[in-house]
């Protein structure tokens, strides 16, 4: 079983994702820069989290759903 997102998660990372899609990578290290950057979040945990599942959208594991 799999770790649970909460909505926040989901939401930020889907909006840094169709914002910045070029600027991300399959790298969890470069990810978790550019979420650091681009973002606003302040717990370190959190930002984890969001280049962790931008990570997984860029290796192709999780289809994004774009409305």
């Known amino acids: 079983m799999g770790r649970i997102k909460t909505q926040l998660s989901k939401r930020v990372t889907l909006e840094l994702y169709k914002k910045h899609n070029d600027k ?25 989290v ?11 594991e999780k289809k994004l759903l774009i409305n």
């Open 24 to 48: 991300f990578s399959k790298d969890f290290q470069k990810n978790k820069e550019i979420v650091k950057n681009l973002s606003t979040l302040s717990s370190k945990k959190q930002v984890n």
């Open 50 to 60: 969001v280049a962790g599942y931008i990570t997984r959208l860029s290796k192709g």
